[in-house]
């Protein structure tokens, strides 16, 4: 008889065509992708653009990150720095080491595809804490390239909206 205290395994694998549903279905209310936006991460991927990874405790989806080869962040594109997107963890299942697995699982892909170092941006409000706190953990430090918002630069003295688009880009050095 299974144990009722038993926690399901985590899983991470790279997102399949099936996923589409299960993540749009699995996540309703919140972190929502329809799943138009899978099929083209799937697409992605099949093209050699990025690679995307689920995880799921049991066949339970709980999070998901992407790893684009071409950052749209021209210092890291400059420098072909692969950058990690759209790192989500369902907010009942953080704080169990799952993020931290995407994270590791994509490093180690782009290592072994040749990358020595990996980029991530994040946000500068509140509701990024746990992931600032998170990337900093990990060894990812500043760029020193201060901020941007929706893609340009930040100017000392110029105003910008605190948004989802205010980032601040972050790099590892990464090794085998």
């Given at each position: 008889?299974?144990?009722?205290?038993?926690?399901?395994?985590?899983?991470?694998?790279?997102?399949?065509?099936?996923?589409?549903?299960?993540?749009?279905?699995?996540?309703?209310?919140?972190?929502?992708?329809?799943?138009?936006v899978w099929r083209r991460r799937l697409a992605a991927?099949e093209a050699g653009e990025s690679t995307t990874r689920?995880?799921?405790?049991?066949?339970?989806?709980?999070?998901?990150?992407?790893?684009?080869?071409?950052?749209?962040?021209?210092?890291?594109?400059?420098?072909?720095?692969?950058?990690?997107?759209?790192?989500?963890?369902?907010?009942?299942?953080?704080?169990q080491g799952i993020g931290s697995r995407l994270i590791?699982?994509?490093?180690?892909?782009?290592?072994?595809?040749?990358?020595?170092?990996?980029?991530?941006?994040?946000?500068?409000?509140?509701?990024?804490?746990?992931?600032?706190?998170?990337?900093?953990?990990?060894?990812?430090?500043?760029?020193?390239?201060?901020?941007?918002?929706?893609?340009?630069?930040?100017?000392?003295?110029?105003?910008?909206?605190?948004?989802?688009?205010?980032?601040?880009?972050?790099?590892?050095?990464?090794?085998?």
């Amino acid at each position: 008889m299974p144990d009722a205290g038993a926690v399901a395994p985590l899983t991470v694998r790279p997102l399949a065509r099936h996923d589409a549903d299960l993540l749009a279905d699995g996540f309703a209310g919140e972190h929502v992708r329809g799943r138009d936006v899978w099929r083209r991460r799937l697409a992605a991927a099949e093209a050699g653009e990025s690679t995307t990874r689920v995880a799921l405790l049991g066949a339970k989806p709980v999070g998901w990150a992407t790893l684009v080869w071409t950052s749209g962040y021209s210092p890291f594109r400059a420098e072909g720095i692969p950058e990690i997107q759209d790192l989500v963890v369902a907010s009942g299942a953080r704080r169990q080491g799952i993020g931290s697995r995407l994270i590791a699982e994509l490093e180690g892909f782009a290592l072994e595809s040749g990358a020595r170092r990996i980029g991530i941006a994040v946000g500068l409000y509140r509701d990024y804490g746990a992931a600032q706190r998170l990337y900093v953990r990990l060894g990812y430090v500043p760029d020193g390239r201060g901020i941007t918002s929706h893609g340009a630069e930040v100017e000392p003295g110029s105003p910008a909206r605190v948004d989802d688009g205010l980032l601040m880009w972050l790099m590892k050095e990464i090794e085998g």
